[in-house]
């Protein structure tokens, strides 16, 4: 069976199915026919021949034979049919509301995890303390920047009594109120850091293998919780499956501690001095002990904002819709006329 592109004017072996396209320009394909076509089509379309009005200098289209007409299509395969969607009737009306629906069910085992109460201190009262804590530091720093220009006035002028009075012991009240309140927030944060591991080791139903009185002295007790505290903090990041998202806050805000902890410590060492440039010098090793104990806290307070985004019971897991194979495989109906990449014109 051979049918004769309108376009081009190539002729297709489409042998026992009708086609439409052309392969080679996506002409409209003629009506099959036994025979070859008429010579004006079985080859490439020539020159027509010059009318009155070629002559005059317009060039029109060439005439097609009686029963045929030039059809505007898209380039590439045919477009799939469009399909009606089916009547589905009239709205529903109801007289009154429905009491069928959607039930939903709660497991006992949720219920129960719902339903316990969570022990530790709660995450705005930890905040708070934060907060207060961080704004103390500052106001301490500030004093002793005071306290040290007032060191650098005395030395070529006399202090008022009371001005001198107000230096020492606005700073030494300050400072018994740091060191309260960096007490509190370290007690808070040991209570915060056992209920959450406690919660966390019941949500993934594996036990705590740390015992309570390990945790309280690794928390608490000087030098040991520069070491254990963070280690603890790790382990919780690592039940909780976080460790790629809060290492790098709880390393960072580990060495800052262990650098607060050295300046701590070098100030109170150098703090028994008498003489004016020793007093001077301790007074600056002061301001940056109180600056690096702020950074430690505020650095504190990040790590527990990291781990509050994501609550223990709430699930990591996020549902996509995702696109079913079968529906991209389109029907094809008969068998092809030729072979993949192949053109077998006659």
Known sequence: ??????????????????????????????????????SEWSARPTAPPMRASDQSG??????????????????GAAPPPRRRGRHLGPTPRYAAIPRWGLVEHFDAAELEQRAAPRFGPSVAALR???????????????????????????????????VAWLATWLGVLVSVAALFLVFASMVLLMNWLIARRAAAFKHVGRQEHRPLWAL???????????????????ELARVEDNVARLRRPIVVWWVVWVLSTAVSLFSIATSFTRDAQGIADNTVTTIVAYLT????????????????????????????????QADRSEDQSGVPVESEGQNPAA
């Open 58 to 75: 317009q060039n029109g289209p060439p005439r097609l034979p009686p029963g045929y007409r030039w059809i505007a299509v898209r380039p």
């Open 293 to 324: 104990a702020m950074a430690a806290m505020v650095l504190a307070g990040r790590v527990l904002i990291g781990f509050e985004r994501r609550p223990v019971e709430r699930s990591a897991t996020r549902w996509v819709i995702v696109a079913d």
């Open 1 to 38: 069976m051979i049918q004769v592109c309108s376009r081009c004017g190539t002729r297709w072996n489409v042998r026992d199915r009708q086609r439409v396209w052309c392969p080679r320009c996506n002409g409209t394909l003629l009506a099959p026919s036994p025979s070859p076509p008429h």
């Open 216 to 234: 309280r002295v690794g928390c608490l007790v000087p030098f040991v919780n520069l070491v254990w505290a963070p280690v603890y903090v790790l």
């Open 128 to 162: 708070a303390t934060l907060i207060a804590t961080i704004v103390v530091l500052g106001v301490a720093a500030f004093v002793h920047v005071l306290r040290y220009v007032l060191l650098i006035i005395n030395r070529s002028v006399l202090l008022n009594p009371v």
